[in-house]
């Protein structure tokens, strides 16, 4: 099965200069846990419920932060095209629960969450995306420790 095939479409893009209270809500309208973040047609950045409570709020930054002070920057992605266990596998390794899916021109086209894998994928995959997902650590831990 190809990633087109289990990602979730029209998703919703937040620009860079937005506050995390609008991007805080977006998440809130749409029942998701990350926007992706773009500028000038193309993706930049990530920025999750967790990078606001986090980089944010723990941090004494108010509500009218811009997103692009608290978003993952260096964004890892899938193609549309790639093997969805392919996918999987490079979830675990990263350690993601989400992952922006592109074209071949690079343009933005869905997300593949962890939720989607669980449904289109046989347990043995899901099994071991989630297990390396939840082992700690990961380029984009943001433990203080």
């Not at 500028?39 to 967790?50: A, F, K, W």
């Amino acid at each position: 099965m190809k990633v087109r095939e289990a990602m979730t479409g029209n998703v919703c893009l937040a620009a860079p200069d937005r506050s995390i209270r609008e991007a805080a809500r977006m998440m809130a309208d749409q029942d998701i846990g990350a926007l992706p973040v773009g500028e000038n047609d193309r993706l930049i950045g990530m920025v999750t419920d967790r990078d606001i409570a986090v980089r944010a709020v723990a941090q004494g930054l108010g509500p009218d932060t811009p997103i692009r002070e608290v978003m993952s920057k260096d964004v890892r992605y899938c193609f549309d095209d790639e093997d969805l266990e392919d996918a999987a596998q490079n979830m675990g390794d990263l350690k993601v629960r989400r992952l922006p899916v592109l074209n071949r021109d690079k343009r933005l086209v869905g997300i593949l969450a962890f939720s989607d894998l669980a449904q289109c994928e046989d347990a043995k995959t899901t099994g071991r995306a989630i297990s390396d997902i939840s082992t700690p650590g990961g380029a984009h831990s943001q433990s203080t420790h």
